[in-house]
């Protein structure tokens, strides 16, 4: 673990957990204060800041458990209601990291991140050969009046990710392939090479024969992103003496705004996949699993959807609150001068509301696609039966041959003239084959005998009861 501060936001420096609580006591009351990154959350680090500071317990917690409903337990993100958070001096903010998994990946439902906090990890269904997986992660804000907090979670690297299994309690033991298995990294990359860096490219680096000049961010560290565009620039309405918690929180905002968008482009993605199972209603009856499959891809996508909505609004929600608060301040600052002043908040909720409108989007594609695929799953269903019948069928064909056999043959076998060499072991044929098309024709009459019987029988009928 690391942990870096901005002392005057001059310079970085990272320190040990031994001497965090050395660092973070030498400051004084005056100056400017520290801005503190922590990252992976350990409970060494919530006993230091906690007794120090006296921290809301609820900051934590929110920052360690994730806003999905329980019904033995209530998330805090989900429990608290919008009149408490808006007077919060924190904000938590979840959201989930794509990346494109290469190779085979074994027990992908048992998968977490390799942490102290534990963040699942999603392998969505394969689709045109590429497997890709949703990776939570968390962000964490809280300002007081000489230190700003900031929590992040570990990196996801450019070749690998950091994963566990999950195990049972009684599944633990000295064994040593169980221990490797436990914690391994799985090979992936990140989708479409990570987000797309919204900060304009620096002046000078736009030469395209040196391939190192177009850096930017890392991007595999939410913590080295961070401190590259704290040093890069400082936020455009951060007071050092007085910093808002907006200030603080900008450039979470907008590193958590790209990777929502790279999110939205791996739903799409796997919206597509669905939408080609709808021609399958042409193919095989084996296509019934596939359906299933995508059937319940579509629920967990649809559920998954909901939960990224709230946390989407959530955080428009704190936007729109700061917004408005930095408008007052534009609209007492240019009285005179009749020129409305854009802010930060203003470009970020412009982002947030975009990718509300599109997560809306693709959310009533989803809708719409659930019963299209639900339809074809009756259909494929339907000709599944339809196939089993027909096998039936085809059984029944067959005992109509083997039944009159059987028959025939437990009756003549009473007499051995009648048996194979024996002098009248004709008469077997002669009396089996005259039964076993007559079975045939009972059960299975020709169509023009039908029509013939008809044809006779409906005169006679209408004859006999004519019309009232």
Known sequence: MSYSRFPHLSSAQQIDIEDIAETIYASKPKGHGQILFIEDLCPDIIEILGTRYQIDPLFFASHLHAPFRQIDAQTPNLAILPSRTRKQNFINLHYHRAV?????????????????????????????????????????????????????????????????????PQEFSDDKELQLRRSCRVKSKLFLNGYEDFMPPEPGSLDFKDPSAFRGPPRESLLADLIYYWKRQIPEDFNAEHPTLFSLAYYPLKIIAAEWNNYLAAMSYHIKRHEYAVETIGKPVSELDKLNVDLRSL?????????????????????????SCSDRTNDDESKDTDVAC?????????DYDHLAAALDDLSFRLGNM?????????????????????????????????????????????????????????????????????????????SRL???LSARVRPALRAAYPPV
């Open 342 to 350: 854009e802010t930060p908040a203003t470009g970020l909720l412009e």
């Open 100 to 168: 494109e998994l290469r190779g085979k990946v074994e027990n992908e439902n048992m998968l977490i991140r390799d942490m102290n906090v534990n963040r699942k990890v999603a392998v969505l269904v394969p689709t045109e050969g590429t497997q890709i997986a949703l990776v939570q992660h968390a962000c964490s804000v809280n300002r007081m009046v000489l230190l700003g907090i900031i929590l992040v979670d570990g990196p996801i690297f450019a070749d690998h990710t950091p994963v566990q299994y999950k195990t049972k």
């Open 299 to 323: 629920q967990v996508w649809r559920r998954r959807s909901l939960a990224s909505q709230q946390k989407i609004t959530a955080v428009k929600r704190f936007v729109a609150l700061h917004r």
């Open 370 to 446: 659930l019963p299209v695929v639900t339809s074809l799953v009756q259909i494929s269903d339907s000709r599944r039966s339809l196939a089993e019948s027909a096998n039936v069928s085809r059984l029944t064909s067959l005992a109509f041959i083997f039944v009159p056999l059987t028959f025939t043959t437990g009756l003549f076998s009473m007499n051995n003239e009648n048996g194979p060499g024996g002098a009248y072991f004709w008469v077997f044929f002669a009396v089996s084959v005259p039964i076993t098309l007559l079975v045939f024709l009972v059960a299975r009459p020709p």
């Open 450 to 452: 039908l029509r013939w």
